[in-house]
C-alpha cells in the first residue's frame, strides 16, 4: 500500500508538472500577439477619440490593421483601424449595421453560410470582410471573401478562394 501511494503521489506530481510546463509554453506563444493587441489598444486610446476599448481583431489584406472595438467617452460604439502607416476610426452607426449587413447577405446568398464578419481595408476603400462558404454544383465546398463599403454595404469586390 505505502508503495502504490508513492507510485499515484509521484504520477500526480508529473501530471501537474506537465501541465504547468504545456501553460507556460502556450502562454509563451501567446504573448507577442497579446503585446500587439495591447499596443493597438493603447494606440486607439492615445490617437482616436476611444476611451475604453473591448476587443480587438486581425485583419489581413494588402497592409494588416489591427482592428480596435471599443466606446468613445459617451459609450458610442467605435471601430479604430491601427496599421504601422495609419489610423483611422469610425462611429459604427455611420457605417451600415450588422443586421442589415447579414440581411443584405441572405439575400444576395441564400445558400452560403456566413463564418465570419470582420472591419477591414481594400485598396483605399474601409470595408467589411464577409468570409463565407457555400456549395458549388458538385456539391462541394465553396469559400469566399465579399468586400463591402463600410459605409453603405455596396459590393467593392469577391474573392473566390476555389474549393477547400
Known amino acids: 500500500m505505502q508503495t502504490r501511494t508513492k507510485v499515484i503521489f509521484g504520477a500526480i506530481v508529473i501530471i501537474a508538472l506537465l501541465l504547468f510546463g504545456l501553460s507556460q509554453f502556450l502562454e509563451s506563444a501567446q504573448a507577442g500577439d497579446w503585446s500587439d493587441n495591447n499596443q493597438a489598444a493603447l494606440t486607439a486610446y492615445q490617437k482616436t477619440i476611444m476611451v475604453k476599448a473591448t476587443k480587438v481583431d486581425s485583419f489581413i489584406g494588402d497592409q494588416?490593421?489591427?482592428?480596435?472595438?471599443?466606446?468613445?467617452?459617451?459609450?458610442?460604439?467605435?471601430?479604430?483601424?491601427?496599421?504601422?502607416?495609419?489610423?483611422?476610426?469610425?462611429?459604427?452607426?455611420?457605417?451600415?449595421?450588422d443586421k442589415a449587413l447579414r440581411t443584405q447577405f441572405a439575400q444576395k446568398e441564400p445558400t452560403a453560410s456566413l463564418m465570419r464578419i470582420l472591419p477591414?481595408?481594400?485598396?483605399?476603400?474601409?470595408?467589411?470582410?464577409?468570409?463565407?462558404?457555400?456549395?458549388?454544383?458538385?456539391?462541394?465546398?465553396?469559400?469566399?471573401?465579399?468586400?463591402?463599403?463600410?459605409?453603405?454595404g455596396s459590393l467593392i469586390d469577391t474573392y473566390d478562394l476555389g474549393v477547400q
Open 64 to 97: 494588416s490593421f489591427k482592428i480596435v472595438y471599443g466606446d468613445d467617452a459617451l459609450g458610442q460604439k467605435l471601430i479604430a483601424w491601427i496599421s504601422d502607416s495609419e489610423i483611422h476610426s469610425e462611429y459604427v452607426s455611420d457605417g451600415i449595421s
Open 120 to 152: 477591414g481595408k481594400l485598396k483605399n476603400d474601409y470595408v467589411w470582410e464577409l468570409f463565407y462558404k457555400k456549395p458549388n454544383e458538385r456539391g462541394k465546398q465553396n469559400y469566399y471573401y465579399d468586400y463591402v463599403n463600410f459605409k453603405d
